[in-house]
């Protein structure tokens, strides 16, 4: 038996080695890449004694590099992206109508606040501190500014119906 047709039977024995570890498609690359290894480096090993036990030792080295390499890049439990389902990411119907609704039920009961509550809320929506807001309404001590903060909070909370939902 010449070197060609011990390599061709040894294709065999090789590639059903390889399916029973990892899958069909990469089975025959790893078999592909033990014979160019083989033929390429051992030109010289002929005796089948000699060739089985030197594949199948290339072949485990093969396997485990694939292995390692799938690990480094992440590829080792990936899942297939036709299985993954797309997130819609417009909003549901129903949550767009609350927000709409809440916002108009605020800007109702916004307008019905006091000339100072909707400066204060105002100024609180532009990032002003209450230190800021202080001076602007020139007040000596900021706990007034806290008072009327927590009052006009209530104010507008029952104006809301009393929930902010």
Not at 126 to 137: C, L, N, R, T
Request: contains cysteine; neutral net charge.
């Amino acid at each position: 038996m010449d070197r060609d047709q011990i390599l061709a039977a040894l294709r065999e024995r090789i590639l059903a080695f390889a399916t029973l570890r990892v899958s069909r498609a990469q089975a025959e690359d790893l078999t592909q890449e033990v014979l160019v290894v083989l033929h390429e480096k051992y030109p010289n090993v002929a005796d089948l004694t000699e060739l089985v036990p030197l594949a199948f030792q290339v072949l485990r080295f093969k396997m485990l590099d694939a292995h390692r390499k799938s690990l480094r890049r992440g590829e080792y439990n990936l899942e297939s992206i036709d299985d993954l389902s797309i997130a819609d990411t417009r909003d549901n119907p129903g949550t767009e109508l609350e927000r709409k609704q809440t916002v108009d039920r605020l800007l109702h009961a916004m307008s019905q606040l006091g000339e100072r509550c909707r400066e204060l809320f105002k100024w609180k929506l532009e990032g002003k501190s209450f230190p800021e807001i202080q001076k602007i309404m020139g007040q000596n001590s900021i706990n007034t500014i806290y008072t009327w903060d927590l009052r006009c909070r209530k104010q507008l909370l029952s104006l809301m119906g009393g929930s902010w939902e």
